[in-house]
């Protein structure tokens, strides 16, 4: 009778054990999101991160490889995942920019500019200088795009789009606002070029008036000009002022030059506001001169800022 039971014992544990790898089977997602867990670790140590289910992600082979290389970082589990489903998107961007469907490639381009992300530099340059050649109007994603990533491998293509011979082309204003975000100094020169030849002029001098370069000084002066829009010359002013004792030698030679036969109020005006905001001493100095100024408008100004003294 014993032998029975023991008998009995072991087919009974049998079926169990059969029972329970069909129940495996039949339950691919459950696999699966064990598989998740274990995969983090490759072997059946205990897993400090929660399962994966395979239906969160697009890419599974792409996030699964990308957990398993920073399983050791000291970062948790929600910026791991979040660093690898970046990650793994741009990937399945850049296929679509490798794309010969012209569809395709001009969704990945879109795609691409709106993620921030340093790797989509070199690909949207590219896409650019594709874009000068053959127009699809991508240029106008790619420049605003290139010009937040901020990165200086930027500026030779941006330049280019700035100053174009094309007159019917319309990227200049996007470029010169690009260079100006990106704020390389070596972009400077092309930029001051720029306003001489009346590319983008109000955008151009907007971008110098973000540079801290002693270069862009006189520009930013001429912009103080009465014809000038409004809001470029209210920029140009609050650079200017940002300057401080560095711009006051500049300031002080263009409020001098006027004469009888060009007054030149107004700019002398904006002049005159600068000097006394500076509380440079040599500007101090220039306005405690100019009380007695020929044009009243300016010597009620000097008077406001040095009064009798």
């Known amino acids: 009778m014993r032998v029975y039971k023991h008998f009995f014992a072991m087919i009974l544990m049998l079926l169990l054990i059969f029972t329970n790898l069909l129940c495996a089977v039949a339950d691919p997602a459950e696999k699966s999101k064990m598989m998740g867990k274990d995969s983090i670790y490759g072997d059946s140590r205990p897993n400090r991160f929660p399962a994966i289910s395979v239906d969160s992600f697009g890419n599974l082979n792409c996030l699964e ?15 791991i995942q979040e660093q690898c489903q970046q990650s793994c998107d741009l990937d399945d961007i850049l296929f679509q920019v490798r794309s010969q469907d012209i569809t395709v490639y001009k969704k990945g381009i879109k795609a691409l500019c709106e993620i921030n992300d340093p790797r989509a530099v070199q690909p949207l340059i590219t896409a650019l200088k594709r874009d000068i050649k053959v127009r699809t109007g991508l240029w106008a994603w790619i420049i605003p795009a290139l010009g937040r990533l901020g990165d200086s491998a930027a500026v030779p293509i941006l330049e280019q789009t700035l100053t174009m011979s094309d007159d019917h082309w319309p990227g200049r204003e996007m470029s010169a606002n690009a260079l100006g975000n990106i704020g390389a100094t070596e972009s400077i020169p092309v930029l001051l070029e720029a306003v001489e030849r009346g590319y983008a002029r109000e955008s151009v001098i907007e971008a110098l008036a973000k540079f801290d370069d002693q270069r862009v000084i006189p520009t930013l002066i001429l912009a103080l000009q009465p014809e000038e829009d409004p809001t470029t010359t209210q920029v140009a002013m609050n650079a200017l002022h940002r300057f401080g004792s560095e711009a006051v030698p500049k300031l002080i030679d263009a409020f001098n030059d006027f004469s009888p036969e060009y007054s030149a109020t107004q700019i002398r005006l904006r002049l005159c506001h600068l000097l006394g905001k500076s509380s440079d001493e040599r500007a101090i100095l220039r306005l405690q001169k100019s009380r007695n100024d020929p044009d009243t408008v300016i010597a009620e100004c000097a008077l406001g800022y040095v009064g009798n003294k």
Not at 65 to 79: D, L, T
């Open 65 to 79: 490889k990308c957990m398993q290389r920073n399983k050791m970082a000291s970062v948790g589990f929600e910026a």
